[in-house]
């Protein structure tokens, strides 16, 4: 493979407004590789944008002729050239959801609805289609996760797609189904003996040890970017507005922070006037909820937990960003909300009823979370609400055993139908 | 020479305990501490472990063993 470590300078770097990796933490400056951490403070390093150069590039204008596709906020993405993976992925509906919000007594509310996502149906093909063009860029010829699901899926799709090694990381209890989600691209799945715990040290150590783009360790900082696209659409897709709350399920904390950065790009550069109501409020698990207990006891301290929900995907117990998420709801004035298992399923099911939308779990955490900040008032009725709906309920079907009615079974003749179902009209 | 880099938190029982102090006389490893934020009540330590594989190993053992919560610098990277 050519050096990792020497960024492909396309004819477009020069002009484009991606500047450096900026540690979160102290604020030094670094070239942008394939690195995750500050060499000084052991600080996260996030994507730095020129937001002047940028400003004259960007337009509404210039947004709505580009692709249907997330790429069409490419000036606001951490890639130096054109995108050459995730072609299709984002712009997914966003739902006016009158009955979902007449059940929950919300006059202004909109689902954005990520079960659609191109390829893998989850928001998780918008991080991976940036983490893996911009892996690309850098030289690499194999892409690395690891990931009990949507990750592990929206991985090995892309590599398949780009025909890149991939290398899938897994704990050696995962159901069947999901390890066939991944083994259907054809990637090395590899199952991993041993604790979750033994999963992430594992992967830590492979991370430093092998020149591949593991999207969420080296490649992080690009990965993360692609949550962006979640608030750009929204506000894209809402007539040019910031809405008033949002309703985002948290894992690592990652998705939250973005949406949050992503408004605010948004409004720093004039594409949308300024929304100082905005609300970020963020929904979890209450099997898994080290956000929220943070939350609750008003100290920025995470500490771990051991995960016990049905809404695996956000089973996430030591969170990388959840000190970040805790202080973007704080300085919003939002609020952080955890939902008991059947609680999700409830939500599930609300949704579906409702708006014809099959999420899976993690949906279930937010419609759960959402209905209960709408029950005490901390969203109000005519507020403009958006709740993130970010994975497709076909991926999560176990969740539902026993929970659904059955068919009504009958005989096949009319005289059967009309006295066992009996419909009115 | 291994580097490894690690994330510590530590329960409200452990966060007096001159943990650094012991690594450093009982294993032969240098730590080498970048951030830390702790209260009276919880805390967490980002630090460096340098030394060999095997002593790393054992010193990650004994902090679990402790009850301080040993992860990556990354903290959980296994996703959903
Ligand atoms: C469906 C779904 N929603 C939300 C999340 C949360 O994302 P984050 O880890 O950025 O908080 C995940 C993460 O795996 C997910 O799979
Ligand atoms: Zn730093």
Known sequence: MSNPSVPIQSDSAAHSGVK?????????????????????????LEVEYDYDVIGRKISRQSIEA?????????????VLGEPTAGLHAGMTPLVR?????????????????DTVNHPTLSFKDRVVAVATTRALELGFTTI??????????????????????????????????????????????????GTYDDVNRLCSEIGAEYPWAFVNINIRPYYAEGSKSLAFETAEQLGWRVPDQVVVPIASGSLLTKIWKGFHEFTRLGLVDENPLLKVNGAQASGCSP?????????????????NTIAKSLAIGNPA?????????????????????????????????????????????????????????????????????????????????GSLSQPVSIDPNLSSFRQIVNPKS | MAHLRIHLTFPEDRVRDPIIYEISKNFQVVPNIRRADVSDKTGWMELELVGDLSEIELTIDWLRKKGVHVDPLEKSILEG
């Open chain 1, 66 to 78: 580009g692709p249907v596709s997330l790429w069409r906020y490419k000036d606001l993405l951490p």
């Open chain 1, 144 to 193: 690395a996760c690891a990931s009990t699901g949507n990750l592990a899926n929206s991985v090995s799709a892309h590599a398949a797609s780009c025909g890149m090694e991939c290398f899938v990381f897994i704990p050696h209890d995962l159901e069947a189904g999901k390890v066939l989600g991944n083994l259907i691209y054809k990637p090395t799945v590899v199952s991993v003996k």
């Open chain 1, 291 to 307: 956000v929220y207990q943070a939350y609750v006891s008003g100290k920025n301290h995470i500490v771990p937990v051991r995960p």
């Open chain 1, 321 to 401: 960003d959840g000190f970040y998420a805790l202080d973007v709801v704080g300085k919003s004035g939002g609020q952080v909300e955890q939902a008991t298992d059947p609680e999700i399923i409830d939500g599930m099911k609300l949704l579906a009823e409702t708006e014809g939308i099959f999420a899976e779990t993690a949906g279930g955490v937010t419609v759960a979370c959402l209905k209960k900040l709408a029950q005490k008032g901390s969203i109000r009725p005519d507020e403009l609400t958006v709740a993130y709906i970010t994975g497709n309920g076909l991926k999560t079907m176990e969740a539902l055993a």
């Open chain 1, 20 to 44: 450096a990796l900026k540690c979160r933490e102290c604020g030094r400056r670094y070239e942008l590789l394939a690195i995750h951490v500050c060499e000084f403070c052991f600080g996260p």
């Open chain 1, 97 to 113: 959801a009158e009955r979902l919000g007449k059940a929950l007594g919300l006059k202004n509310l909109y689902v954005k609805n």
